[in-house]
């Protein structure tokens, strides 16, 4: 599991798919590892992506917040009313205390 703020290293395709070449051609996952620099299991994991499409099918799907653009002008009228009531709530309870 990915720490917190860690960042991620992008490979370009064209290693890749040399990489995935070097693999069909024999290479192991170790000597691959060692004359690229990068770990056995990204590597493994590159190949199974190409063996595998249909696992990966919904990898890169960007989630949250930025999907918002799709939505119409009463759904956005619908979450304002929610973020109101919500408010109102939140301000009641504190009254309470």
Same mark, same amino acid.
């Given at each position: 599991m990915a720490s917190k703020g860690q960042k991620f290293? /992008? #490979?370009s *395709? *064209? %290693?890749k798919s040399m990489i995935i070449e070097e %693999? !069909? $051609?024999g290479y192991s996952y170790r000597f691959l590892s060692k !004359? #690229?620099?990068i770990s056995e299991k990204t590597i493994s994991?590159? $190949?199974q992506k190409i063996r595998h499409p249909e /696992? #990966? $099918?919904n990898q890169g799907l960007k989630r949250g917040p930025k999907n918002d653009k799709n939505l119409t002008k009463e759904d956005w009228k619908e979450r304002y009313e929610i973020l109101k009531k919500y408010q109102a709530f939140l301000k009641a309870q +504190?009254? +309470?205390k």
């Open positions: 290293k /992008k #490979y *395709n *064209n %290693l %693999l !069909k $051609q !004359k #690229y620099g994991t590159w $190949q /696992k #990966y $099918q +504190r009254e +309470r």
